[in-house]
């Protein structure tokens, strides 16, 4: 069986003295069962990188960074480039998060090369795409997400190491979650927008949106998701756990 993949978000939450705290608690959760069944990805705020890095490696768990800059380095003040990541021990990357597009503005473009220098260094990138409720409401949600995948992947080979993670925006952080039936709808999408790209056949697509320990067995039961990226529910480490140990 594959892994399935469970990754969590942590936003701008948490210090590092909460980030430790949380993997005091986590790690003696992450039982043999649990990770022969999923691998685990953690986003922490950068702040907490470093600091989590050496605990993460041991537990088998990957890190990664919720943004970076495509630059090499330069005068980008605030910006984090991948290799300052990959010196953090990060191995995953955060592209495209709807609120990175909403609340900063990120441009489709922008996220190509944000995941060509990803891919380039080295790192995982995990592309964020999904529609917002009033696009779904008129009846665009499929044609959003492709032109997303279109321009956020143009020009990049699909049998690199990447991830694709759906997450309808009106799911984010809502409470409200896709039905796993609508979910898989939109996988299959994914999937057969990848493939007329000319690749992508082991690219994981993951869903986000709400995911809780209520929800998440059915939908990591759904054999065309191929993991969750959680936002919310992975701030609390038992929830965390129950979310990873409900396949
Ligand atoms: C997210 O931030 O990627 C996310 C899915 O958040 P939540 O699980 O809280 O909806």
Request: proline content about 4%; some cysteine.
């Amino acid at each position: 069986m594959k892994r399935k993949i469970i990754a969590g978000n942590w936003k701008m939450y948490k210090t590092l003295k909460e980030g430790l705290a949380f993997l005091d608690v986590f790690i003696p959760l992450c039982n043999r069962e649990m990770m022969e069944k999923c691998s685990l990805v953690l986003a922490p705020n950068f702040t907490l990188l470093v600091s989590m890095a050496g605990r993460c490696r041991e537990a088998g768990i990957s890190l990664a960074a919720q943004n970076c800059h495509p630059t090499g380095e330069g005068a980008f003040t605030g910006e984090t480039s991948l290799a300052m990541l990959a010196d953090c021990g990060v191995s995953h990357v955060l592209v495209g998060h709807s609120e990175r597009r909403a609340i900063f503005g990120e441009t489709d473009d922008f996220l190509n090369q944000k995941l060509k220098a990803a891919v380039a260094a080295g790192l995982i990138p995990i592309l964020c795409v999904g529609e917002t409720l009033e696009q779904r409401e008129a009846d665009v949600a499929e044609s959003v997400v492709e032109k997303q995948l279109q321009q956020g992947l143009h020009g990049v080979d699909l049998d690199e190491k990447m991830m694709v993670a759906y997450e309808p925006v009106w799911a984010i952080g809502t409470g409200k979650t896709a039905t796993a039936a609508d979910a898989r709808t939109m996988h299959q999408c994914i999937r057969q927008c990848l493939e007329s790209m000319g690749g992508g056949g082991d690219l994981p697509v993951l869903y986000g949106g709400s995911v809780k320990p209520a929800n998440a067995a059915e939908l990591l039961a759904a054999p065309d998701i191929d993991g969750v990226l959680v936002g919310g529910a992975s701030l609390n480490p038992e929830d965390f756990a129950r979310i990873a140990g409900s396949m």
